[in-house]
């Protein structure tokens, strides 16, 4: 299998390389022209048609145009010189301020972002780019999760309908675009909470003593998808276990969700996709800052301040300032123990944007951040004054810094708008001081990052390549009950990725080579194809490998609140006596989109497959008293099903319906099993309307989102007494969230939601709660919920 896979991706870009060269009369090419609305799409065609172009269509979402021509008897100098004679500049011909100053007011553009950035001022449905005539109510608020825009020209009315989360139709991988407006739809206190309205990623708690809360994506957990912030490492090594809590959701301005293998460009730890965060950043000349203020019914607190703004005509900050904290004594199943920690958070960011690409080529983005992060769990009474030798009551503290600090800069070579250099740096340290009753656990991790890309073009923009280089180092400095472990990773790496662009398809290969001074030299494959069979049917296709270093410790915190012992079963390897996990991905997905009653419907449908070369085995059925560690002997594998419809059923009504399927298994010492913590069927549901907008940009939003989770396997307890044992399969639960808003101007929001509306709570979330220091006490084995309802409210304020 792995040699056939290489041999594929070699006759793919061997093919790729002859098609470069290829001489034919008719040609097809990609070219970028900047225009606004449908009236441009309208004169930039027309003028190529001019010209003598057999096939011609401008994508104001992509900013450019795709001919096709005979070579004999055009070129595509007359056709874009021709472009901008009308008025439209492009990668080639810039034109005259006379012609550009006399086109209309909704078609004069920006002159001056980056090609191959979005057009701030662009005003058509990305999906559906036909003009509307206008009506008495084009323009009020289109509804729940979207934007709508009107402009008048001539009598025609453009519109802009952005979906709050889109699955793009131009990117070569499946990609879902999470617009700020969809965290608006939940209480989204932080990065975890993103995603409850969103059916690609599950979400559920770790550990009911801790309340820590896990991803999952495509039946594996958290740590094989590659977590980053402006598109830099973020969650991983020590932060794996309470990452998703650092990234206020207030602070997102958007998150790119890819499923499977994601570019080569990003690095190597990509196994089941990426997951990228852009923090809110500041796209024009005004100030706005924006305060928000939170509270739940069971004593947590929050307060967010974001201001973005412009310094100067290149330079533009943003100051993002977040604290929260938790008081209340909440014990939902009264056994004793809180259902969540109680403590503070502090956490500070500062961003400072550099653009003059048009004119020195030059564009940099800085930020800083700062968090101080302090929890107290366990029995209610605990004393966090005095140590745990000193009382009866089982107590457990985290107490968490973290200091980043951050650059990329990139540069556009001048008179050529294809060809750019990019370097990314970043430093990070993170410390962990923690203990869960007797069992003390810190952590010292210091990361420096640094990725340096070129990005050019062979002939024409539809053959792009990127090349680079990478860094990173990695120390780790762990103490666990009375073992220290330390060590360096050190990675200096190598890519390159070809992206073939024809009319109807793109193809992007790509492979790196990375020089891991403990995992050996490791080759990384990744391949992705999307095919437009029409505009509205979509097929993609994808494959590649990955692979990482288990931090064993750090990524399964969510055992140590329990008295199961730590075992290491040695393999020769050089990160805690264990090899990397080096895994295989591949997927198909098919994406239709229709009309059903006049009204715009989607159906995403898409398959994965993850099989282990290499795996680092947790094993909890060996013994309900010990955690086993050892690498893998045998197969594992994580296949996935999911399809998701989304509807627009009435004006300002959606609704989004899923279901997933999984068959998650690993080879243990006791034999090929399910992995346990895994639903093998998942159903989803949401639903959203909002009403008008009114003259003051008042208008209601409701949201509800149902979640149907199918029975999983739990470990094997067959060893503990009748008050440690939770049976070999859990039950099927179902928990409902809601939110209600009200917009009163543009300027002011008030919110109250609930989730968990159902109540539905673990039974026995902890085992043998009443003897904490017992060897049945496990505060692990969650498969649901551990807290029943919880209301709340907020308010957002503009100015």
């Known amino acids: ?273 990426q997951i990228n965060t852009e923090l809110l950043k500041s796209h024009n000349e005004k100030s706005s800052t924006e305060i928000n203020l939170f509270a739940d019914f069971e004593g947590r607190t929050e307060a967010n301040i974001t201001h973005t703004s412009a310094l100067s005509d290149h330079w533009t900050q943003s100051i993002l300032l977040h604290g929260n904290a938790t008081l209340g004594n909440t014990d939902m199943n009264k056994d004793g123990f809180l259902d969540r920690p109680k403590g503070t958070q502090l956490n500070l960011t500062y961003l400072l944007n550099y653009n003059d690409l048009d004119h020195s080529g030059l564009g940099s983005h800085f930020g800083v951040n700062f968090l101080q992060d302090q929890r107290t769990a366990g029995q209610i009474g605990y004393n966090k004054r005095l140590s745990q030798k000193e009382q009866d009551i089982y107590g457990v503290g985290i107490d968490i810094s973290r200091f980043q600090i951050w650059n990329k800069t990139g540069y556009v070579f001048k008179g050529k708008p294809y060809q750019s250099l990019g370097w990314m740096n970043q430093f990070t340290y993170h410390q962990q001081d923690s203990f869960f009753g007797f069992r003390n656990y810190f952590g010292k991790q210091s990361t420096f990052y640094s990725n340096l890309i070129f990005e050019s073009i062979i002939g024409n923009t539809n053959h792009k390549y990127k090349v680079g280089a ?7 400095n762990e103490d666990y009950l009375n073992q220290n472990i330390e060590r360096q990773e050190t990675v200096p790496g190598l890519f390159a990725e070809y992206t073939l662009t024809g009319a109807k398809y793109i193809l992007v290969a790509g492979a790196r080579v990375d020089f891991h001074n403990l995992a050996g030299t490791q080759f990384t494959p990744r391949l992705n194809f999307k095919y437009d069979i029409t505009p509205q049917t979509i097929l993609r296709l994808s494959g590649g490998k990955g692979f990482r270093t288990a931090n064993i410790f750090a990524e399964n915190q969510q055992y140590f609140a329990s008295n199961r012992q730590i075992e290491i079963i040695n393999n020769g390897g050089k990160i805690y006596g264990l090899k990397p ?186 085992l043998d709660a009443q003897n904490p220091f017992g060897n049945n006490f496990d505060g692990g084995m969650v498969y649901a919920p551990i807290m029943g309802i919880n209301m709340y409210v907020g308010v957002d304020f503009k100015f």
């Open 1 to 273: 299998m792995k040699f056939l896979n290489k041999s594929v991706l070699t006759f793919v870009m061997l093919l790729c390389s002859i098609s470069i060269w290829a001489q034919e009369t008719l040609k097809t090419e990609s070219f970028y022209v900047r225009g606004n609305c449908i009236s441009c799409k309208m004169r930039i065609e027309k003028a190529a048609k001019d010209m003598g172009t057999s096939s011609v269509n401008w994508d104001a979402n992509e900013q450019k145009i795709h001919i096709t021509y005979d070579a004999t008897r055009t070129s595509s100098d007359k056709i874009l010189k021709h472009i901008a004679d009308v008025g439209h500049d492009n990668e080639k011909y810039t034109s005259e301020t006379k012609v550009y100053d006399k086109l209309p007011k909704c078609c004069l553009y920006d002159r001056n972002f980056k090609w191959g950035e979005k057009n701030p001022l662009v005003h058509m449905d990305e999906e559906e780019e036909t003009p509307k005539q206008a009506t008495n109510t084009e323009d009020e608020h289109a509804g729940h999760g979207h934007d709508k825009e009107a402009n008048q020209i001539d009598g025609v009315t453009l519109t802009k309908i952005k979906a709050a989360t889109a699955l793009s139709k131009k990117e070569v991988g499946l990609t879902f675009n999470i617009d700020s407006k969809e965290l608006l739809k939940a209480a989204c206190c932080n990065l975890s909470e993103s995603f409850e309205t969103n059916a690609t990623v599950d979400v559920s708690f770790s550990n009911a003593v801790t309340g820590t809360k896990q991803l999952k994506m495509l039946g594996l957990d958290q740590k094989y998808t590659s977590l980053t912030k402006e598109l830099l490492p973020e969650i991983r090594g020590l932060a794996s276990a309470y990452g998703l809590n650092f990234i206020p959701g207030k602070w997102i301005g958007g998150i790119q969700l890819t499923k499977g293998g994601s570019t080569v460009v990003n690095g190597y730890e990509s196994i089941t996709g």
């Open 470 to 476: 990478s860094f990173l180092l990695d120390n780790y």
């Open 581 to 766: 996990e080096i895994a295989w991905n591949y997927g198909i997905s098919l994406q239709q989109e229709f009309k059903l009653f006049n009204r715009k419907n989607s159906i995403v449908a898409d398959v994965f497959r993850t099989d282990f070369q290499d795996q680092v085995v947790v094993d909890l059925d060996q013994s309900a008293h010990k955690i086993l560690f050892y690498n893998l002997e045998g197969k594992s594998f994580a296949t996935s099903f999911q399809t998701q419809w989304d509807i627009n059923a009435a004006k300002n009504l959606d609704f989004r319906l899923a279901y997933k399927y999984y068959d998650v298994a690993t080879d243990y010492i006791s034999g090929l099993k399910k992995v346990p913590f895994m639903a093998k069927h998942r159903a989803f549901f949401n639903a959203a309307y909002a009403t008008n907008k009114s003259d003051k940009g008042g208008f209601w939003n409701f949201d509800a989102t149902l979640n149907w989770v199918g029975e999983q396997r739990l470990p094997n307890m067959g060893q503990n007494a009748a008050a440690g044992h939770l049976g070999n399969y859990s039950k099927p639960y179902t928990t409902l969230n809601a939110q209600v808003s009200k917009n009163f101007t543009d300027k002011i929001r008030v919110y109250m939601g609930g989730e968990n509306l159902t109540n539905y709570k673990q039974h026995n979330a902890i």
